[in-house]
């Protein structure tokens, strides 16, 4: 039995407290820490309540190195859990360094200042992290993280050959609002806006923003929607899948969140750099934040269904293949369960699954690792039971097709 430091305690925060509180058995001690104590002492009302485990609070300013290490000296966890704001990662990498503990995150590090997401700057830290015997597991969420090892598995057990994957994420929910994010509100909206971007022959291609979509009929869901978008699993599956000739992801939006989204970049309300107001200098995205329900707040109305999987095509035993890996998860059912929406549901869990991975051995290793460098196995056995259950479509190749740009 091992203790944890969790650093964050929003949504995904919030779940991820509850499912190690449910593993007495692996997660022995919980520690939640956030710059907003008080977040983190309803999460362990909420936890108590729930399955009768005391968790312990703390503050911490995750920007801090030194109040990490300070944090985590006193502490002493076996690994950190980081779940808070991806432009803290390299932070919290430097303060697992200087302590000497291992560190899981769900999303990779972007700058403030710059809208580009990617895995260099914490891939740098590989040799470290490999000096210092310690282990940093990189996006153990659902996309990145769950999709992943979804490729691995088809790779190691579906495939002999893959040429093609594409990753789809539909959230066919509905909270009631005329808009709003299912995560932060900033990093929401810095990802979508920027260019799409995909990995084809050797080579990474860009389009415009929202420009490529397709309709894609989802399991336990149906038809949606889904707009070509750059994410950041591509990077590291472009390198790790064997033989594999193109990469995408798609998302899907409706109509009213498109409007939306539209009208807040043509007034300049999604800007990041800083404009002058009244004497005071403000970034146009934060302030926007402000303005918007904190997701966590919507789960206690939030109906429908999620559907997230990976779209793969090869070779089989010498005959093409394609097949749809995928999760549905329902709003409601989270929220009865964990006070959570879907979308923090399915990036906490994985999350807990990739630090019972660490924790008991099954995934070890000195350096930095994404998620599909492991064996997949013994992560997807553990899915299921954790709350997420898995399910591999045969289709037909060739039976879809796709929607010209809008």
């Not at 407290?17 to 009302?45: G, L, N, P, W, Y």
């Not at 859990?81 to 432009?87: R, S």
């Not at 498109?258 to 999604?270: K, Y």
Request: with cysteine.
């Amino acid at each position: 039995m091992k203790k944890v430091l969790i650093i964050g305690a929003g949504g995904v925060g919030n779940v991820v407290v509850h499912k190690c509180a449910q593993r007495a058995d692996i997660f022995s001690e919980i520690v939640v820490a956030s710059r907003t104590v008080a977040r983190c002492d309803a999460v362990a009302r909420s936890v108590a309540e729930l399955t009768g485990r005391t968790i312990r609070t703390a503050t911490v300013d995750a920007d801090d190195v030194r109040q990490l290490v300070a944090l985590l000296d006193a502490e002493r966890p076996s690994l950190v859990i980081h779940v808070a704001l991806p432009y803290q990662d390299l932070s919290i990498m430097e303060a697992c360094l200087a302590a000497k503990v291992d560190y899981l995150d769900t999303a990779n590090y972007e700058p403030l200042d710059e809208a580009k997401f990617e895995y260099k700057w914490q891939w740098a830290y590989r040799e470290r992290f490999r000096e210092a015997g310690l282990m940093a597991l990189l996006g153990s969420g659902f996309d990145p993280g769950v999709t992943n090892v979804f490729c691995a598995y088809a790779q190691e057990s579906l495939f002999d050959e893959i040429r093609t994957i594409d990753i789809l994420d539909c959230n066919a929910g509905s909270h009631g609002h005329p808009f709003a994010t299912n995560f932060n509100p900033e990093i929401n909206i810095r990802e979508i806006t920027q260019p799409g971007r995909y990995w084809e022959r050797g080579e990474w291609r860009s389009i415009a923003p929202m420009s490529e979509r397709r309709l894609f009929d989802y399991p336990e869901v149906g038809p949606q929607m889904s707009y070509l978008l750059y994410h950041e699993e591509l990077e590291s599956l472009a390198q790790n899948i064997r033989g594999l000739e193109r990469i995408r992801f798609y998302m899907t939006f409706g109509d009213e969140y498109l409007t939306h989204l539209r009208v807040l970049q043509n007034v300049g309300l999604t800007r990041i750099d800083p404009v002058e107001f009244r004497g005071q200098r403000i970034v146009p995205i934060q302030f926007l934040k402000a303005l918007l329900p904190d997701p966590a707040s919507l789960a206690a109305t939030y109906t429908g269904k999620t559907c997230i999987g990976c779209l793969v095509e090869g070779r089989k035993d010498g005959a093409p293949r394609r097949i749809f890996i995928y999760n549905v998860c329902d709003h409601a059912a989270c929220y009865r369960e964990v006070r959570a929406q879907a979308i923090s549901y399915t990036t906490g869990v994985p999350a807990v699954v990739g630090a019972m991975m660490m924790l008991t051995g099954r995934w070890r290793g000195a350096g930095v690792f994404n998620m599909e460098e492991f064996d997949p196995a013994p992560f997807l056995d553990a899915l299921g039971p954790m709350g997420l259950p898995w399910q591999v479509q045969e289709i037909a190749v060739g039976a879809e097709q796709e929607v010209p740009p809008a």
